[in-house]
Every structure is written in structure tokens, then in C-alpha cells.
């Protein structure tokens, strides 16, 4: 089975990317940006997240022949 890794690479480059971000802004003196940063990271590799879980239920399906 041919696996994509490219996904799991986004994901750790937003939370690197989220991660620097969040420190920043709370090294400003900055803590409600810093926050809300951390949630719409979270909420855009959710989304994500649930895109690849999509495909694997319906590549699941396509295996096991549910129309």
C-alpha cells in the first residue's frame, strides 16, 4: 500500500509554524492572540485531519465493495 507522507509533514510544519507563532506573540505580552493563533491552527489540521479520514473510509469502502 502506497503511503502518503506528504500529509503527516503538513501537519507537523503548522504545528512548527503555530508553535513559533504562539511563542512570539506571548513573548509581546501578547496572550489572547497567542491563543486564539493555537485554536485556528488546531481547527485548520482538523479539518485536514478529517479530509484524510474521508479518504480512508472511502478508499475502506471501495475495498470491501459498499455501494
Known amino acids: 500500500?502506497?503511503?502518503d507522507v506528504s500529509a503527516i509533514f503538513q501537519?507537523?510544519?503548522i504545528g512548527i509554524i503555530i508553535a513559533?507563532?504562539?511563542t512570539v506573540l506571548k513573548?509581546?505580552?501578547k496572550e489572547d492572540m497567542?491563543?486564539?493563533v493555537?485554536?485556528?491552527g488546531f481547527?485548520?489540521?482538523?479539518?485536514?485531519?478529517v479530509r484524510l479520514l474521508n479518504?480512508?473510509?472511502q478508499e475502506i469502502k471501495t475495498i470491501f465493495l459498499f455501494q
Open 27 to 29: 513573548q509581546m505580552g
Open 43 to 49: 481547527v485548520v489540521v482538523l479539518f485536514m485531519v
Open 34 to 36: 497567542a491563543h486564539w
Open 55 to 57: 479518504e480512508l473510509f
Open 38 to 40: 493555537t485554536v485556528i
Open 1 to 3: 500500500m502506497n503511503m
Open 20 to 22: 513559533m507563532i504562539h
Open 11 to 13: 501537519i507537523a510544519g
